[in-house]
Every structure is written in structure tokens, then in C-alpha cells.
Nanobody, 118 residues
Framework: QVQLVESGGGLVQAGGSLRLSCAAS????????MGWFRQTPGKEREFVGR????????FYPNSVKGRFTISRDNAKNTVYLQMNSLKPEDTAVYYC???????????WGQGTQVTVSS
């Protein structure tokens, strides 16, 4: 497992941008798929996107496709979530996760709050 710490959350106006970072500890970062999720109170955790081990392949749900971009820097053990054209419905706590496979996410960060005002 890896330990994950998210940062970069905050308050932004609708239409604005934020970039979240997720720093990982441990030597196994580059062997993990990395994902981003979000959750609002009373709702299930929602998948936001993922990136493969070498940062070539990404996948996003329709809700964020074209607005969010995931990238990673394996030399820095960090994965990023660039969020553009933010909407109030993007307000949530955002979590990064790591998994040796796409079947199971083994490690989770503590989350960072993103609030988008209208």
C-alpha cells in the first residue's frame, strides 16, 4: 500500500479552475493505477477518473469528461487532477486512490474539500 495526501482544494467561483495534487509515499507509486473520486454528504462516492501506471491512458465519466484532466509525475510520486469550467455540482470532498489493479482501490487519501460557488 501507499500513503496518500491530497492538497489544493478550496473555494472557487463557477467557471473557475483548481488543480488538486495527491502526494504518495513509498516506492510502489509507479506500479499503481491512480484514481480520483468525490463525495458529498448523503451520497455515494463518485468515480471522477483514473490514470494508468505510466500516465498514458486516462478514463473519465461523462460528468467530468472534457473539463477534468488527470496526470501523474512518477518522479515526484504525485498525481494531479486539473479541474476546469467548474460547476456548483462539482462541490464535494475529493479523494485520490491507488490500486495495483483496476478491480480494487487499495489505498485512499484523507480527502480535500472543493467548493464551487454560483
Amino acid at each position: 500500500q501507499v500513503q496518500l495526501v491530497e492538497s489544493g482544494g478550496g473555494l472557487v467561483q463557477a467557471g473557475g479552475s483548481l488543480r488538486l495534487s495527491c502526494a504518495a509515499s513509498g516506492r510502489t507509486f509507479s506500479s499503481n493505477f491512480m484514481g480520483w473520486f468525490r463525495q458529498t454528504p448523503g451520497k455515494e462516492r463518485e468515480f471522477v477518473g483514473r490514470i494508468d501506471r505510466i500516465g498514458v491512458s486516462t478514463f473519465y465519466p461523462n460528468s467530468v469528461k472534457g473539463r477534468f484532466t488527470i496526470s501523474r509525475d512518477n518522479a515526484k510520486n504525485t498525481v494531479y487532477l486539473q479541474m476546469n469550467s467548474l460547476k456548483p455540482e462539482d462541490t464535494a470532498v475529493y479523494y485520490c486512490a491507488a490500486g495495483a489493479t483496476l478491480i480494487k482501490w487499495d489505498s485512499w487519501g484523507q480527502g480535500t474539500q472543493v467548493t464551487v460557488s454560483s
